[in-house]
């Protein structure tokens, strides 16, 4: 079954066309997660906003006035080496750092050299931990432990990420992550601009009758 990841902009105007194709929108069920739109030919489509619970009864209207709120949302990305943290006020990027550590690659061989270089490598994984950490703390703590975050989402490699949030300082900001953890490649400024495009997507699942 197909799934559509639509932004806010998108949304309305592609239910207006689901709508449409089936004779219009006859009914809807609501959960906390997720809304289901029913057709008057028995199609439906499922629509898994972000940002759960849903705290309004199920309707059109409810659901495109929660996936419009402006939220104000806390970013970590990190791999292996890399990291982006930010907090963003809807769309726009008001703070972020981003950084990179050296980590060699795994290597194959045998022997002592081979110990050597596990070792080094380890500790060099543990600095960039650490790194991703200190500048979690820096920017999201704060602002989590005051009230001021409506989530955080997460990305990368989802060890990685968790590593950082075990931090007890982040304590408060784990506490507001999301379920959904975002793939993306190497955390740069430019992949940390693009999140919203993910983060802020309503994920629909239509299924259409035979």
């Given at each position: 079954m197909p799934a559509y990841d639509l932004p806010p902009e998108r949304l309305e105007r592609w239910?207006?066309?689901?709508?449409?194709?089936?004779?219009g929108i006859a009914g809807a069920q609501g959960t906390p997660e997720a809304v289901t739109f029913t057709g008057a030919d028995g199609a439906t489509?499922?629509?898994?906003?972000?940002?759960?619970?849903?705290?309004?009864?199920?309707?059109?209207?409810?659901?495109?006035?929660?996936?419009?709120r402006r939220r104000r949302v806390g970013v970590v990305l990190v791999r292996l080496g890399g990291f982006a943290v930010g907090i963003?006020?809807?769309?726009?990027?008001?703070?972020?750092?981003?950084?990179s550590r050296l980590v060699h690659g795994r290597h194959r061989?045998?022997?002592?050299?081979?110990?050597?270089?596990?070792?080094?490598?380890?500790?060099?994984?543990?600095d960039a931990l650490d790194a991703a950490t200190a500048t979690a703390v820096a920017i999201l703590a704060?602002?989590?432990?005051?009230g001021e975050l409506?989530?955080?989402?997460?990305g990368g490699d989802r060890r990685a990420v968790g590593e950082v949030l075990a931090d007890p300082r982040?304590?408060?900001?784990?506490?507001l992550a999301v379920e959904?953890?975002?793939?993306?490649?190497?955390?740069?400024?430019?992949?940390?601009?693009?999140?919203?495009?993910?983060?802020?997507?309503?994920?629909?699942?239509?299924?259409?009758?035979?």
């Open positions: 239910l207006a066309r689901w709508g449409e194709r089936h004779g489509v499922r629509c898994e906003p972000p940002f759960p619970p849903l705290a309004e009864a199920a309707s059109l209207a409810a659901l495109l006035t929660h996936v419009g963003f006020d809807g769309r726009e990027l008001a703070v972020s750092k981003v950084g061989a045998g022997g002592s050299s081979a110990n050597r270089f596990r070792r080094r490598r380890e500790n060099q994984a543990r704060g602002p989590a432990a005051n409506d989530a955080v989402v997460r982040l304590a408060r900001a784990a506490a959904r953890v975002l793939d993306v490649p190497d955390p740069r400024l430019k992949v940390l601009r693009a999140t919203p495009d993910l983060f802020l997507a309503t994920r629909v699942v239509p299924d259409e009758p035979a």
